[in-house]
């Protein structure tokens, strides 16, 4: 028996296309566009961008300056646990920069970065509400459930977002602060 190179490799080819394609289609269709009509949902989410990889999908979100963001990443995991499966879910929330804010959460970080690392976590409560006491106008809310801790920062019309792992990580601060 004979094996003509033409149409095994045209076969090869065509099934590696049908393969790649289908596993493409079944993310951006099956996951990826359904998170993203779950956040885009929510109150306080401006837009969203997913992207999925082999064990996480990262949730790109904008939000407005009212978001309660602890109450969004709770609905966007349990509204989006069949698009999810068994992946990790990561809220990576962007934000016009303030500078006001970012030099107000760089002079608490160290306070946050301690309780964090010893897990006590009413000290980032408390890095906080000291926060609050130093710059005026400024609000602080910081929420926890059983993996994160969240904070929310806002100074006028101006916000920032924090997701804090409760698993620590093994080098580095954390990537979205």
Known sequence: MKLRILPVAITAVLSAALL?????????YGVEKPLEKV???LPGVVSAETSNSVNKVVLKLELSSDADLADIYHKVETEGSGSIGGKK???????????QLEKAWRSALFGVAESMEH??????QD????LMKKVPGLTAVTEMDD?????????GDAAKY?????????MGVWPNA
């Open 20 to 28: 790649f394609g289908g596993w493409y289609a079944y993310g951006h």
């Open 39 to 41: 956040a885009s949902s």
């Open 89 to 99: 879910l990561e809220l990576v929330v962007s934000e016009p920069e303030n500078e």
């Open 119 to 124: 897990r006590e976590y009413s000290g980032v």
């Open 127 to 130: 890095a906080m509400d000291s």
């Open 147 to 155: 993996t994160n801790v969240y904070v929310s920062l806002k100074l």
């Open 162 to 170: 924090v997701i804090l792992p409760r698993q620590a990580q093994e």
